[in-house]
DNA sequence: ATTGAGACCTGTCGGC
DNA sequence: TGCCGACAGGTCTCAA
């Protein structure tokens, strides 16, 4: 589930059952998320109002009264059931609400985490301070990916994956930005800048693709339509999507992780 | 400093 | 039906 897009619409979510009210009860059921919560953290919660729910990259980030953080990661697995009729395996945090909200992080496989921090912890948490630019904000341009995309030696593909070049794009987005832009996962991720650093025109491209993936992905959230959503992922041996391109999606792996893309368009 | 491999955990799916 | 391996959208750590 979780890149950029569902977690930005996770937090939409829980800005409208959490923002504004005061936790009443925090039930812990699993102690062993990724790290392993305080014995503490459910009174520390418990009595606080919520500021603010906001996103950095792919993490979530609750605002509470006293000024710490609670950051939570969803992980590979990690969601949010929104008044949950009854509670079922898996539900591992529950946070009942005094609008009469309730909200439990569901995470089979425990890849997620919550880490409940003080004000300082939390502004020099490395976690996110080494994140790069949020792609959906107008800071983010060519200019922006030139610098990190020029010093790599790897391919687009595990360069776009690093957070610390873009934050919040996973394997999903990352194939679907790729193909969108034309560009092969394979390339040389420094041969979309010129020698004095300046971005080539693919760059730009690449940006844009990325920026649009992204929101039409948000959009999307609303809808729970199933299937594949996508263009690309998860469609080997599937026509090439783009009108007039007679390729065929294959699928290769890079650093243990599944790539599609088609081979006739994307260069 | 980068980079790849393995680890963390559970669930699901395809093949035999 | 049952078993087994491969694989899954993320990050971290460690060795080269």
Known sequence: MPELPEV?????????????????????????LRYPLPAEFAARLEGQTV???????????????SGERLVMHLGMSGWFRFMPAQ??????????????????????????????????????????????????????????LAAPLARRKTSLKIALSDQRVVGGLGNIYVVEALHRARLSPKRRASTLVTNNGAPRPALYDLVDAIRSVLKEAIRRQARTDDGNPFRIYDREGEPCPRRGCRGTI?????AGRSTYYCPVCQR
């Open 87 to 144: 509670l079922e395996a898996h539900d591992h945090v529950v946070f009942e609400m005094s609008n009469g909200k309730v909200v439990a992080f569901n995470d089979p496989r425990r890849f997620g985490f919550m880490l409940l921090l003080s004000r300082d912890e939390h502004s020099e948490c490395g976690k996110l301070t080494r994140l790069g630019p949020e792609p959906l904000d107008k800071t983010f341009d060519a200019a922006a």
């Open 51 to 65: 500021r603010a729910v906001v996103r950095r990259a792919k993490y979530l980030v609750v605002e509470l009264s």
């Open 250 to 254: 294959r699928r290769i792996t890079q």
């Open 8 to 32: 930005e619409y996770t937090r939409r979510r829980l800005h409208r059952a959490m923002t504004r009210a005061r936790i009443t009860r925090v039930i812990v059921r699993r102690q062993t």
